[in-house]
């Protein structure tokens, strides 16, 4: 057993951004409190996680821990974005078919979808498999409602029948389908991709939002100050951060540090309109203000597990330091037990970075936000990845100035 780091945060403010995910932040304030509690007892510390507050209308939380015999505060804060989420989803049915064609007309057309599939099938299954899925599903209403009405002898009401049935089928589908989630993945899909890319405004509003949240902290004595992405909410943090490097708002002296966790940054990236995105990918390689390291795993499917998103995004600076790509590797660090409760819930898999690990490696959730250690103070001094792809297939090579 490794001997413990010495503290070197008493004091850390956390900034959560999620992916696109509907739940409110109590949600993800009660996984924390629950898989937090579990890990400790595994792993032999405490953790005292507070109910969730707000401040100034930011959702918030604290936790306090006892790690190694060393005690930390750590105040949690969220980007909400949960209620855009929430709208973009709360449509007519055909306006996710119409989505649908939109994405594809986006990356098909653009030639992403190819170069993001050679870049890393297994991610691309979980984007393409609702373009099957739910015509499937619409020619199984349609089936049936033929059916239903050729026992109905009104023969010049055939096809309204059968087509009513159809959507009331297809209807009932969106609002049960609790597990393969094919329209939700339409939806996460379209609300990049039907800018091409580009941060959608109302979006972009939410960051200005934690950039200023962000800054006035720099002016509080925090150890840390750690942003935390999670899948989509990945590439917000890169280009928050990278804007604020940009602006000369954060310097080295701030202790601030990204980490990232699932991320799909090329699903992003490789869209033809993706400038700001490139751009701060490409200065977030280079700097040496903010300290990244991203975690993945080859076991989750939704991600792009072990790809530099920096490199293998744009042509990345020679002085390139950072990310350090690291994995979560679910394979060895969940039980074949565990592993077997989470079955092919890909989705839940997917969320697996944020809860406890009953055989836990290098990486913990919990013990990096809410422990004594700096971000790389953990990491630094690894190697990434032994598997760790850094192959460029992007076509688009512009960036927003």
Same mark, same amino acid.
């Given at each position: 057993?490794?001997?413990?780091?010495?503290?070197d945060v008493k004091k850390r403010l956390v900034f959560y951004i999620p992916g696109f995910d509907p739940m409110p932040p109590n949600r993800?304030?009660?996984?924390?409190?629950?898989?937090?509690?579990?890990?400790?007892? @595994?792993?032999?510390?405490?953790?005292?996680?507070?109910?969730?507050?707000?401040?100034?209308?930011?959702?918030?939380?604290?936790?306090?821990?006892? @790690?190694?015999?060393?005690?930390?505060?750590?105040?949690? =804060?969220?980007?909400?974005?949960?209620?855009?989420?929430?709208?973009?989803?709360?449509?007519?049915?055909?306006?996710?078919?119409?989505?649908?064609?939109?994405?594809?007309?986006?990356?098909?057309?653009?030639?992403?979808?190819?170069?993001?599939?050679?870049?890393?099938?297994?991610?691309?299954?979980?984007?393409?498999?609702?373009?099957?899925?739910?015509?499937?599903?619409?020619?199984?209403?349609?089936?049936?409602?033929?059916?239903?009405?050729? @026992?109905?002898?009104?023969?010049?009401?055939?096809?309204?029948?059968?087509?009513?049935?159809?959507?009331?089928?297809?209807?009932?589908?969106?609002?049960?389908?609790?597990?393969?989630?094919?329209?939700?993945?339409?939806?996460?899909?379209?609300?990049?991709?039907?800018?091409?890319?580009? #941060?959608?405004?109302?979006?972009?509003?939410?960051?200005?939002?934690?950039?200023?949240?962000?800054?006035?902290?720099?002016?509080?004595?925090?150890?840390?100050?750690?942003?935390?992405?999670?899948?989509?909410?990945?590439?917000?943090?890169?280009?928050?951060?990278?804007?604020?490097?940009?602006?000369?708002?954060?310097?080295?002296?701030?202790?601030?540090?990204?980490?990232?966790?699932?991320?799909?940054?090329?699903?992003?990236?490789?869209?033809?309109?993706?400038?700001?995105?490139?751009?701060?990918?490409?200065?977030?390689?280079?700097?040496?203000?903010?300290?990244?390291?991203?975690?993945?795993?080859?076991?989750?499917?939704?991600?792009?597990?072990?790809?530099?998103?920096?490199?293998?995004?744009?042509?990345?600076?020679?002085?390139?330091?950072?990310?350090?790509?690291?994995?979560?590797?679910?394979?060895? #660090?969940?039980?074949?037990?565990?592993?077997? =409760?989470?079955?092919?819930?890909?989705?839940?898999?997917?969320?697996?970075?944020?809860?406890?690990?009953?055989?836990?490696?290098?990486?913990?959730?919990?013990?990096?936000?809410?422990?004594?250690?700096?971000?790389?103070?953990?990491?630094?001094?690894?190697?990434?990845?032994?598997?760790?792809?850094?192959?460029?297939?992007?076509?688009?090579?512009?960036?927003?100035?």
């Open positions: 057993m490794e001997e413990p780091i010495a503290q993800y304030r009660e996984g924390y409190h629950d898989e937090g509690k579990k890990q400790a007892k @595994i792993s032999g510390y405490e953790l005292d996680v507070n109910r969730i507050s707000s401040l100034n209308k930011t959702p918030r939380f604290e936790v306090n821990s006892t @790690i190694d015999g060393a005690s930390t505060h750590t105040e949690f =804060r969220f980007l909400t974005w949960n209620d855009l989420v929430h709208t973009t989803m709360n449509v007519p049915i055909w306006k996710s078919w119409l989505a649908m064609f939109k994405i594809g007309r986006v990356v098909a057309g653009s030639g992403a979808l190819r170069r993001l599939i050679k870049l890393h099938f297994p991610a691309n299954i979980t984007g393409l498999y609702p373009f099957f899925l739910i015509p499937l599903q619409l020619l199984m209403g349609l089936l049936l409602g033929l059916l239903v009405a050729a @026992i109905i002898p009104l023969p010049m009401f055939k096809w309204p029948i059968a087509i009513a049935v159809m959507l009331a089928i297809a209807i009932w589908w969106r609002k049960n389908d609790g597990k393969l989630l094919p329209y939700y993945v339409v939806h996460d899909l379209d609300y990049f991709t039907q800018s091409g890319g580009y #941060t959608p405004p109302t979006l972009r509003l939410r960051f200005d939002d934690l950039k200023s949240q962000i800054v006035d902290a720099c002016e509080n004595k925090h150890d840390e100050i750690l942003i935390v992405g999670h899948s989509s909410g990945a590439h917000m943090g890169v280009i928050i951060l990278a804007e604020l490097i940009r602006e000369r708002k954060i310097s080295r002296k701030d202790k601030i540090a990204l980490l990232t966790l699932g991320q799909a940054i090329p699903m992003v990236s490789y869209l033809p309109k993706a400038h700001d995105l490139r751009l701060a990918l490409f200065e977030m390689g280079k700097q040496d203000v903010v300290d990244w390291v991203d975690f993945t795993a080859p076991s989750d499917g939704v991600c792009f597990a072990l790809k530099d998103p920096v490199s293998c995004s744009v042509d990345a600076p020679k002085e390139q330091k950072y990310p350090r790509i690291l994995s979560a590797a679910f394979s060895n #660090t969940l039980s074949p037990q565990y592993t077997k =409760r989470l079955g092919h819930r890909y989705f839940r898999i997917h969320f697996q970075y944020l809860c406890h690990f009953d055989r836990p490696g290098i990486y913990d959730y919990f013990a990096i936000t809410s422990g004594p250690n700096r971000l790389w103070t953990r990491y630094g001094h690894l190697a990434n990845s032994p598997s760790t792809t850094r192959k460029n297939l992007n076509k688009f090579k512009d960036m927003a100035t």
